[in-house]
Every structure is written in structure tokens, then in C-alpha cells.
């Protein structure tokens, strides 16, 4: 039985396109594998603090004490423990809302998601994968989707295992075929979802 986590950085909530994704690919992922779990993180609803001087000296002090067990990690032992992540985030500014920068503050714990030693940074998520759906307003290049190079080099970083990412693009753009976008996307989520173990 695998757990899949749900980063759900779709701000606009019910009126969000990206969301639309993220439903065709749990539900696709709940029909291929029944005896797998879903826990959502709903980062429009959550009351996340970003990290200032007060609350960086306070996650110090419980990581020189090793205090894992505060209730501040809960986020990063969930984040640690998922087999497969899906990250629904909207094309935001050339990225992703802040709200998601803001949970990866939080989930960003050394020695809980990652560690170091003499060589260097470790990975220490469990995930096999994390699916990044987004939906974007224009039309952007490889070099401009910063979303992607980010979430991919944190993959890295946390060391779960392979990035995948579906996008519609130009959703937004007059005399674009938005219905045409969204479900060639939807197909292309399905599709991914398939390869996902
Ligand atoms: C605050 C904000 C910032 C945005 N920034 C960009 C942007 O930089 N580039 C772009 O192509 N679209 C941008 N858009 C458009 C969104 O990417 C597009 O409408 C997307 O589909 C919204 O996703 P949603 O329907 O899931 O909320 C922005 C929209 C909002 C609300």
C-alpha cells in the first residue's frame, strides 16, 4: 500500500483549472490502484507561517535538541513519508504561488527530509516520484517556466526519485482553444499517471 500526498497549491480553490488536473490524476491513480492512500495538504487553507528570525531561531533550537516530534514537523514527516507526491500549483508570476515556497520552508528540515555529512547534501524522502500539474496563462519557454526548474532540482535535493510535469499552456490567451488545452492536458495527466508506481 503506497501514500500518495496531495500539495494542493491551487489558490483559487473550486474555480481553479489546475485543480481540474489534479482530480483526473487521483482519480485515475485511485482506480489503478485501489490500496493506494491520498492525504491532501490544502495550502490555500493552511495557516503557514513563512520562516523570519524568530522562527528560524526556534527550529534551531529544537533541531540542536533533536525534538522531531514538535509539532512544526508535521508537515516535513508527512512530506518525508509520502511514496509519490502530486504538487497542483498555477503558473504564478513565472512560477508557483507563494503559499507553496512558504510549505517547502516548512517541509525543508535537516535531518528529517534531508541531511548532510562530509559529502555533502542528502535526500531523505521516501517518494518514487513527484507529478507537478500546472496550468498556465500564456505561452513560456523551457528557460522561463522557473516552476519546473525549481520543483525538478528539489526532487534533487530531497532525493525523490524522478519529476514529472503536465502543463496547459496559453489557457489564457484570446483565440486559443482553451476547452481543446485543458483536455488535451487532462489526456496527457491520465497518460502520465499510468506510468506511475
Ligand atoms: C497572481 C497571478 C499571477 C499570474 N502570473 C502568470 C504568469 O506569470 N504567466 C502566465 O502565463 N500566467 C500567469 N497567470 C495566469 C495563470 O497562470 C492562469 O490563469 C492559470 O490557469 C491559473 O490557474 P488556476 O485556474 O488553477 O487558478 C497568473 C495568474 C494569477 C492569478
Redesign the pocket.
Known sequence: MKKILIIDA???KE?????LLCKKAVETLKELHPDWTFERVALADLPLRYLDKDSLTERDALLAEKRYDHPRFDLAHQFQEADGMIVAA?????SFPAALKVYIENVSVDGLTFYCDEQGLHGKCRAAWMLHLS????L?DEETRQDEHYLRALCGFFGVGAYHVVA?EG??IVGLDHEKILKDALSETEKVCRTLA
Open positions: 491551487c489558490m483559487r474555480d481553479s483549472r489546475t485543480a498555477p503558473f504564478w508570476d513565472l496550468t498556465r496563462g500564456g513560456w496547459a489557457i489564457d
